[in-house]
């Protein structure tokens, strides 16, 4: 009986200290959130790490890179979303690389409740979305995972956004 009562009295007091600590490491962020406050919180670990690990492939790189003043990026995450924990640092990546500034990624944050408290209503249902912006027109989002990585999705709305504009003109 003794055993028993230690045994679950040690099991709560376990649950509860990793009930405290991980409540504790995840910090909702809501609202505009720039990349300086995700590299230098101590919240954020996982982001910085997820920067540093990331390798992105070269050939798609470059095909952003090439492309990069013709678009821009709105990204609503969730601090709290390990799925934006994966993705977030691997958007920076892909970003920074590609030779792009920061205020060319325009990044939100979300509750669990979908609030991000955006200007502007980007009918997230969602975490994390990153949508896709050229002269003001959404050409397409990344909803959740990436389908292959973020920088052969980010190329291929890229890409089919190219060609509908060539493909007005011409006839083949």
Not at 20 to 42: C, F, R
Not at 90 to 119: C, E, R, W
Request: hydrophobic share 35%; no cysteine; net charge positive.
């Amino acid at each position: 009986m003794r055993l028993k009562m230690l045994l679950l009295g040690g099991g709560l007091l376990f649950s509860s200290l990793t009930w405290a600590q991980s409540s504790s490491n995840d910090k909702v962020l809501k609202g505009k959130i720039d990349m300086k406050t995700l590299m230098n919180g101590s919240d954020y670990t996982w982001f910085y790490k997820g920067v540093n690990d990331y390798q992105p492939n070269d050939n798609m790189l470059n095909y952003i890179k090439a492309n990069r003043s013709s678009f821009n990026l709105v990204a609503v995450v969730g601090t709290w979303d390990q799925t934006s924990r994966d993705v977030v640092p691997q958007l920076y990546k892909v970003m920074i690389l590609g030779g792009s500034p920061d205020d060319q990624v325009l990044m939100f944050g979300a509750d669990q409740k979908m609030n991000t408290d955006a200007p502007v209503d980007y009918k997230v249902k969602k975490v994390p979305t990153i949508i896709v912006f050229r002269d003001g027109k959404e050409e397409g989002r990344i909803v959740g995972a990436p389908k292959e990585s973020v920088e052969a999705d980010l190329s291929r709305i890229l890409l089919k956004s190219s060609k509908s504009d060539k493909g007005d003109g011409k006839s083949e």
